[in-house]
């Protein structure tokens, strides 16, 4: 029989913080472990196999809730099967990558043309704000860029 961890132990065995590992277990990503008469969490292989699979996930972008949503399945005593649910995450998570790139191409030609622009014209004799990131001919206000949008999803998946 393998020796119960504490959750330091398998912090250090995961690479996982002890402080995620809480949060998991709060979130119902991973289980509530055994407690020790005197309170102290016990782990065994399976968590260490559950955060191994939680933290590849993460690393593919993979949401957290989507996730918790997964290893519930695992959590019950009629397991449905896993991998359809996570190959239809994963496509999803195909397709939300392949939008993201196209938007970051789209703004890596616009930096191009702000950066050539930059390069060979000349500078605007009035003084103030520096226009030169602005689109030729541009008199309104611009939209929200895209690399503003792509901050607020990425900041929006992290909290995910």
């Known amino acids: 029989m393998e020796q119960p961890m504490t959750i330091g132990q398998l912090a250090k065995t995961t690479g996982v913080s002890p402080k995620t590992i809480r949060y998991y277990e ?63 995450l994963v496509r999803e998570q195909i397709s939300t990558v392949q939008h993201r790139i196209a938007e970051l191409e789209m703004l890596r030609q616009q930096l191009e043309h702000v950066s050539e622009r930059m390069l060979t014209s000349a500078p605007s004799p009035q003084t103030g704000m520096c226009r030169c990131l602005e689109a030729p001919g541009a008199t309104e206000r611009p939209r929200a860029s895209n690399l503003e949008r792509l901050n607020t999803r990425a900041a929006s998946h992290h909290r995910a």
Do not use: D, K, M
Not at 44 to 57: C, D, I, K, Q
Not at 63 to 83: E, H, M
């Open 26 to 88: 709060q979130i119902g990503v991973l289980p509530v472990p055994e407690r020790t008469p005197s309170g102290y969490r016990q782990y065994g292989e399976p968590a260490v196999e559950r955060l191994h699979f939680v933290s590849r996930a993460r690393a593919l972008g993979l949401p957290l809730q989507r996730l918790r949503v997964l290893t519930s399945i695992l959590n019950g005593a009629r397991r449905a099967p896993l991998r359809p649910r996570l190959l239809a």
